[in-house]
């Protein structure tokens, strides 16, 4: 007489590809010796028509940008205000893995979700509400959700979570007003 034996189950942890820890050591080190250092990061914009542009980043990589049916754009990448927003997620996420390497957490997900409430009743400044100020322009509350697990407890990842936005160059960018200039080329 035989017997169905049942295997016993393993369950398998993946965790997200590392970055370079001790990259990042030495990069802190940098920051920490220097504290006025500064990057530059450079972006060229060309305007396709309509509402569609390309942002050359670098020598690599191409942004496309554009503006839904309803703004009279074709609807064929994402809104500016969606890729600012984007921008935010993404460095958010970079600060979540920094720190997480930082203090030894392996991660196995890491999800950023995004939303913001954006006026533009000036319609760019082509006559709409041209009484407006600045500050009633752009977005007027921005919320970030992250989902993130690990090899660490709750409250440890929680205070990653925190650590990261508050030293987010990005969000630190959107909540603090920073000189800005424009001008003709």
Known sequence: ???????PV???KTYLRPIDGKGLAEFAAAGKANPNRLGTNKVHTVMEGQYRSLSYVGEKHCVVVDEPLHLFGQDTAPAPGEIVLSGLGG??????????????VKLSKLEVFLEGDIRNIAAWGAGGA??????????????????VEGDA???????IVKQANYYSPVANTMRNPIPFEISLA
């Not at 007489?1 to 295997?7: A, C, I």
Request: net charge negative; proline share 6%.
């Open 10 to 12: 393993t369950t398998v």
């Open 153 to 159: 407890p709750r409250d440890v990842l929680d205070e």
């Open 1 to 7: 007489m035989t017997t169905d034996t049942l295997e």
């Open 130 to 147: 041209l009484d407006t100020t600045p500050p009633a322009m752009g977005f007027q509350a921005i919320r970030v959700k992250v989902l």
């Open 91 to 104: 460095c958010i996420a970079v600060g979540v893995t920094a720190v997480a390497t930082w203090k030894g």
